[in-house]
């Protein structure tokens, strides 16, 4: 098996948040607009820079429950009214989308924040953007991998000569604007290994969304990304995770606000795919054994050290704010997240 070459410290740990632009609710119980829902986002995104967060992870979704269909246009604004914080989607949903514009776009959320810009490619686990945009899902697998192909090429910034069948072949084709560093990237991988030798063969970064079950059943996925980079003769790089959460004071006050907005999600994602009523009982079963992070700083700064000491994970990304949980409570979440769960996670993490 491939080891990570360096031991971990706390400064080698890195803590992001991820968000789908959910509609929270204003001081008098509405919905906020899409517009006010993409403000709150960037307000957010400011107060995670000041706190020393490490990344702001913004999600693509086509459907009326989320605001942000185009993370790198709201990634563009975090930008420039930030300094130090790294600028990610979560995921790019290459499959539905041009490897040479999603190069384009980040390429210039890269030079609007001097270097921060960060692309987790996936496929993503909605599908909506695949009828919008006009591709057949009987091409799905075929998609994200000719599309992931043609991205990997793009990265080294030379021109670039490409021939598939999902779009118009390049002939010695040059993309613009050229970044000062390089580009970013990573692959999002849910579940599939075969999305985990991809991440591998292209010597990506790879990033586990875990959003049910226990965390450490992942871990035969970290094993196989490491083999492969080892048996394909590229990097194991450090592994990351990302699930979501929601943060109070209390575990009651946590649960009291958490509960309704993640049911209320669920059941409107549920009714599209079949699934059953969200239960009380599977929001507990998730907080106590599962991947849900909801609770005081104490309870899920233990949760998170637990779940990523299995995984050996040295990066996680909660994705905050899911349902039509209050605006300020989303603020409270983000500000108890940098100044109290990341540091006892740390200190967790280095004994």
């Known amino acids: 098996m491939t080891k990570q070459s360096k031991k971990a410290t706390s400064d080698t740990y890195l803590f992001g948040l991820d968000?789908?632009?959910?509609?929270?609710?204003?001081?008098?119980?509405?919905?906020?607009?899409?517009?006010?829902?993409?403000?709150?986002?960037?307000?957010?995104?400011?107060?995670?820079?000041?706190?020393?967060?490490?990344?702001?992870?913004l999600g693509e979704h086509h459907r009326p429950d989320y605001s942000i269909s185009s993370p790198e246009t709201v990634l563009a604004g975090i930008a420039t009214r930030t300094k130090?914080?790294?600028?990610?989607?979560?995921?790019?949903?290459?499959?539905?989308?041009?490897?040479?514009?999603?190069?384009?776009?980040f390429a210039t959320v890269d030079a609007l924040s001097n270097g921060r810009a960060q692309v987790i490619l996936g496929r993503g686990s909605f599908t909506e953007s695949f009828p919008l945009f006009g591709y057949?899902?009987?091409?799905?697998?075929?998609?994200?991998?000719?599309?992931?192909?043609?991205?990997?090429?793009?990265?080294?910034?030379?021109?670039?000569?490409w021939e598939g069948?999902?779009?118009?072949?390049?002939?010695n084709a040059d993309v613009y604007p050229k970044t000062e560093k390089g580009l970013g990237v990573a692959i999002g991988v849910g579940g599939s290994?075969?999305?985990?030798?991809?991440?591998?063969?292209?010597?990506?970064?790879?990033?586990?969304?875990?959003?049910?079950?226990?965390?450490?059943?992942?871990?035969?996925?970290?094993?196989?990304?490491?083999?492969?980079?080892?048996?394909?003769?590229?990097?194991?790089?450090?592994v990351g995770m990302h699930s979501p959460g929601f943060i109070a004071e209390t575990d009651e006050e946590a649960r009291k606000l958490a509960w309704p907005a993640f049911k209320t999600s669920w059941d409107r994602i549920g009714k599209t795919r079949g699934w059953p009523p969200y239960t009380r009982e599977q929001f507990l079963y998730e907080i106590e054994h599962g991947s849900l992070y909801v609770g005081s700083p104490e309870t899920v700064a233990k949760k998170i050290a637990k779940a990523m000491k299995a995984l050996d994970a040295r990066t996680f990304d909660m994705v905050y704010g899911g349902g039509p949980v209050s605006a300020e409570a989303r603020l409270k979440m983000v500000e108890l997240y940098g100044t109290k769960v990341i540091p006892m996670v740390k200190e967790l993490l280095s004994q």
Do not use: C, W
């Not at 632009?21 to 993409?38: C, N, Y």
């Not at 990033?207 to 492969?228: S, T, W």
């Open 19 to 57: 968000s789908f632009g959910d509609l929270p609710t204003k001081a008098d119980g509405t919905l906020m607009s899409h517009p006010e829902a993409i403000r709150q986002v960037v307000e957010e995104a400011i107060l995670a820079d000041k706190l020393g967060i490490n990344r702001i992870g």
């Open 193 to 238: 290994p075969e999305s985990v030798i991809r991440a591998a063969r292209y010597n990506f970064p790879l990033i586990l969304a875990i959003i049910g079950g226990a965390p450490d059943r992942f871990a035969p996925y970290v094993e196989l990304y490491r083999q492969a980079a080892e048996d394909l003769g590229t990097t194991a790089h450090p």
């Open 84 to 105: 130090n914080i790294t600028l990610s989607s979560a995921v790019t949903v290459l499959s539905s989308d041009d490897p040479v514009r999603v190069f384009e776009r």
């Open 136 to 161: 057949d899902l009987r091409d799905y697998n075929e998609l994200f991998e000719e599309k992931v192909e043609l991205f990997s090429k793009l990265l080294p910034e030379e021109p670039v000569t």
């Open 165 to 171: 069948k999902t779009r118009a072949a390049l002939k």
